[in-house]
Structure formats: structure tokens, C-alpha cells
């Protein structure tokens, strides 16, 4: 059975600073990332990471503020969030690929909220 299993996230003011991460069991991923959620809004992408070469991926929303990383012998994926704004309070999906963007597996969710 394929698990990602997501831990960090939680309660911090705007400004500050959050700590993501995610690991694969089960399987291995081409690819390994994160998507949030926010109320009302639709899932978006946040950024990605391939295993193998560690190539990463933003949206423009945070670029600049996320780093994405990667271990690719843990099968984990770990997402440094900076300057934290309260536009990106939102539940954190981590999600899991193959070569294809399409996503095959998603962890849990994690909150994440910013307060102004």
C-alpha cells in the first residue's frame, strides 16, 4: 500500500517561518511535491521536486520564500516555507508522480496558518 506521510505545518505569524515534510512508503516516485488548499479556493500546485536529480519546480507565488529538497534514499521530500504571508494559510497535500504531471498519490493534509 502506498502511504505519504505528511508532518510539519501548524500555527505561525506573518513573517515567520514553517518546516514541511513528507515520506513515501510503498513505492518510489518520479517526482514528489506539495499542493495546497486554502477555504473556498481550489487545490493549486506549490512546488515539486524530481528524486533522482533533485530538479524543483515553483509556483510564482512562492518563489523566493519556499525551498523544496529532497533525500532521495528516505524517499522524502521536505518544504522550507519563509516570509510567511496569511494568504498561505492553507491545508498542504503532499503528492507523489510519475514522469507524467498527473498526481498518483496524495498524502493526508497538514494545516498551515498565517496569522496577520
Known amino acids: 500500500q502506498v502511504q505519504l506521510v505528511e508532518s510539519g505545518g501548524g500555527l505561525v505569524q506573518e513573517g515567520g517561518s514553517l518546516g514541511l515534510s513528507c515520506a513515501a512508503a510503498?513505492?518510489?516516485?518520479?517526482?514528489m511535491g506539495w499542493f495546497r488548499q486554502a477555504p473556498g479556493k481550489e487545490r493549486e500546485f506549490v512546488a515539486d521536486?524530481?528524486?533522482?536529480?533533485?530538479?524543483?519546480d515553483y509556483a510564482d507565488s512562492v518563489k523566493g520564500r519556499f525551498t523544496i529538497s529532497r533525500d532521495r534514499d528516505k524517499r522524502t521530500v521536505y518544504l522550507q516555507m519563509n516570509s510567511l504571508k496569511p494568504e498561505d494559510t492553507a491545508i498542504y497535500y503532499c503528492?507523489?508522480?510519475?514522469?507524467?504531471?498527473?498526481?498518483?498519490?496524495w498524502g493526508q493534509g497538514t494545516q498551515v496558518t498565517v496569522s496577520s
Open positions: 503528492a507523489g508522480r510519475g514522469i507524467a504531471p498527473q498526481i498518483e498519490s
Open positions: 510503498g513505492r518510489a516516485f518520479y517526482a
Open positions: 521536486i524530481t528524486l533522482n536529480n533533485g530538479f524543483p
